[in-house]
């Protein structure tokens, strides 16, 4: 995302979008349900889009734009496993579950998450990696042979921007590839899912002691 944007190809739809607008969450928790979704609206603020949920309808949005240039992110799929595992995945089970119920649109944001990810497109068998890592390469496979030649660039971060910047037709920056650190982000943020799920807790307890001391007086 960091890198098209600075190439001029933002905004860029990522999962942020949907966090930050609950109307790219309902949108794209319908298309989990099999609901009808006008892509068209759902990107008409955005020149790109990158990473769940948007990868998920990848051929549907192929279709939508038939222009479209589609660019597979590869890498080793163990490192990919592992990669999910430490992030992502556990961030819907780390919601709290007072917090859903007091937000609407964090409960839907979760759904939408399960749904689209763990159930639709990893048909709930991610933690059998096995299973996960033929899920990778199948999809791979299944990109190279459906968008057409011309219009894919399969790319890893570690190939710079050479690449990518011959496939997008502009010029190479004379910055380094931005390499961002999203897994110490995502780590970051489950840390503080996994303290708000004490929160209440920690509220009674308070209100308890409060109301011996009052008694006590």
């Given amino acids: 995302m960091t890198a098209l944007e600075h190439l001029g190809f933002g905004p860029c739809h990522h999962m942020k979008a949907c966090i930050q607008n609950a109307q790219q969450t309902q949108w794209f928790l319908d298309a989990a349900n099999g609901l009808p979704v006008d892509w068209q609206d759902v990107f008409e603020h955005y020149q790109a889009a990158v990473d769940w949920p948007a990868s998920a309808y990848y051929q549907t949005l192929l279709q ?57 497109e990893l048909s709930g068998q991610f933690e059998d990696q096995a299973f996960a890592l033929q899920f990778f390469n199948d999809r791979l496979a299944e990109v190279r042979q459906v968008v057409p030649p011309q219009q894919l660039l399969v790319h890893a971060a570690t190939e710079g921007w050479a690449p990518l910047c011959r496939f997008l037709n502009v010029e190479i920056p004379d910055i380094p590839y931005p390499r961002t650190n999203e897994a110490a982000r995502i780590q970051k943020a489950l840390n503080v899912l996994k303290a708000l799920n004490y929160l209440p807790h920690t509220v009674a307890a308070a209100i308890t002691l409060t109301v011996i001391a009052l008694l006590a007086g």
């Avoid at 597979?72 to 163990?78: E, G, I, L, T, V």
């Fill in 64 to 120: 939508t734009f038939p222009d479209a240039l589609v660019i597979f992110s590869d890498r080793p799929a163990n490192a990919w496993y592992e990669s999910v595992s430490n992030t992502i995945f556990r961030v819907v089970p780390s919601l709290p579950l007072w917090l859903r119920m007091l937000v609407p649109h964090i409960d839907r944001w979760g759904k939408m998450v399960d749904q689209t990810i763990w159930q639709n």
